[in-house]
């Protein structure tokens, strides 16, 4: 996979936001990544996913996209629980070609397709899908209000849109804001009301709202953890970190900690409806 280029990490910071989606794929298709936040890459894991699927109530009927859909987890696992089909899109195509073969290997090769796609152009017809999903994603896309505009075209009416997201409640250290921050999915997150208000302006209706702050207390401490094993792997030459610094991503680690004691920093269920008429 390519490493995010010096001129596109510059483009990032002066606000370009092709180049901060180009440094988001760039960074979740690292190989090492899983070893850090695991397969999901998302806090509350499968659990989470199961949990927004029930909710949901996704069953064979229904034709799901996975909105940024990393690796495939997400797709995976409504694919082999709910029954139902799903296409998952990403910006990144090492993402793609990983969702592929990692759906073949767990027998869901016909129930899935995965395609490399931009949230905010989203390849699709309008009205494709009964419901759309998006895990720890919504919150790096630099224009929310066109994200959730193509959420909201490509459902048909009655569909269903899950989302879950990083919150943000107040102004955050400096070490959490710029690009580093905005790929950990934390620059630009925001309270769960304004994330709800875009879903309105888009058209949606019956927002329902969860708090799920446990879920992102827990992956930060589990990151901190295992940010030494990553440490020692890379002293050894098993892994290649390319430019990312530990040491900037202790700092951010312990940052993100204070900021979910503080209460600054959360993660959120939403659950809406295109409506039926
Ligand atoms: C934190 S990961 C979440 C992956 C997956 N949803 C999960 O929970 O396992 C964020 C993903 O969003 C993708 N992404 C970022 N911006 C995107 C965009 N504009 N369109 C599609 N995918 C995007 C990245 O490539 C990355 O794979």
Not at 33 to 52: D, I, M, Q
Not at 67 to 87: D, K, N, P, R
Request: with cysteine; glycine share 10%.
């Amino acid at each position: 996979m390519s490493a995010v280029t010096a001129e596109t990490f510059t483009a990032a910071a002066d606000g370009d936001a092709a180049a901060l989606k180009a440094c988001c794929a760039a960074v979740y298709g690292q190989e090492w990544l899983p070893l850090l936040v695991g397969e999901s890459l998302h806090p509350g894991g499968v659990e989470l996913t199961r949990h927004l699927g029930n909710r949901l109530q996704l069953g064979p009927a229904d034709r799901v996209l996975d909105i940024a859909c990393g690796s495939g987890t997400t797709s995976i696992l409504l694919a082999q629980e709910f029954g139902c089909h799903v296409t998952g899109i990403d910006y990144g195509a090492t993402q793609i070609e990983r969702a592929t073969e990692s759906a073949a290997v767990a027998g869901v090769a016909d129930q899935t397709a995965f395609e490399v796609g931009d949230a905010e152009s989203l390849p699709f017809d309008a009205g494709s899908f009964t419901a759309v999903i998006c895990e720890c994603a919504f919150c790096t896309f630099p224009s929310k209000a066109q994200a959730a505009a193509e959420m909201y075209r490509v459902l048909a009416p009655g569909g269903r849109v899950g989302i879950t997201d990083l919150t943000v409640n107040g102004p955050l250290p400096e070490i959490l804001q710029g690009v580093a921050a905005w790929v950990a999915c934390v620059a630009d997150a925001q309270p769960v009301a304004r994330y709800a208000a875009i879903l309105t302006a888009a058209g949606f209706a019956r927002i329902v709202t969860e708090e799920h702050n446990d879920a992102i207390a827990k992956l930060i401490a589990d990151i901190q953890t295992k940010l030494m094993g990553v440490s020692i792997l890379a002293g050894l030459g098993k892994i290649d970190l390319g430019d990312v610094d530990l040491g900037t991503a202790r700092a951010m680690a312990r940052a993100a900690r204070q900021a979910t004691r503080d209460g600054l920093l959360g993660y959120c269920l939403l659950m809406a409806s295109r409506p039926a008429g």
